[in-house]
C-alpha cells in the first residue's frame, strides 16, 4: 500500500510562506501525476495544485500566483512552497496522486493566523 507523509504545516502570520513536502512510498512515483489537496474545518477536500510525470503544473485560481508546486522523482517527494499566506488558507494539507487514491495519509496542518 502506497504511503504519503506530509510534513512543513505550522502557525504563520497573514502574508507569510511555508513550505510542505511529501515523502511518497513506491517504486513507480515517477509515473504518476502527483496533487496537493486541502481540507479546511467543515469543507470538503479540494485541489489545490497539480503537478503532472512531464512536470505541468495546475493550480486552482485561490492559489495561482501564490504557490508553487515542485517534485523530486530521485528521492519520491512533491513539495508545496506557499508564499502570501492568508488566513483562508487554513486546512489539513495532504499529498495523492491525481486522481487521488484511496489512502490519504495524516497531511500536515496549515494555520494562517495573526
Known amino acids: 500500500q502506497v504511503q504519503y507523509v506530509a510534513s512543513g504545516g505550522g502557525l504563520v502570520r497573514p502574508g507569510g510562506s511555508l513550505r510542505l513536502s511529501c515523502a511518497a512510498s513506491g517504486s513507480t512515483f515517477a509515473s504518476y501525476n502527483m496533487g496537493w489537496y486541502r481540507q479546511a474545518p467543515g469543507k470538503q477536500r479540494e485541489l489545490v495544485a497539480v503537478?503532472?510525470?512531464?512536470?505541468?503544473?495546475y493550480y486552482a485560481d485561490s492559489v495561482k500566483g501564490r504557490f508553487t508546486i515542485s517534485r523530486n522523482n530521485a528521492e519520491n517527494t512533491v513539495s508545496l512552497q506557499m508564499n502570501s499566506l492568508k488566513p483562508e488558507d487554513t486546512a489539513v494539507y495532504y499529498c495523492n496522486t491525481n486522481p487521488a487514491g484511496a489512502y490519504w495519509g495524516q497531511g500536515t496542518q496549515v494555520t494562517v493566523s495573526s
Open positions: 503537478i503532472s510525470s512531464g512536470s505541468s503544473t
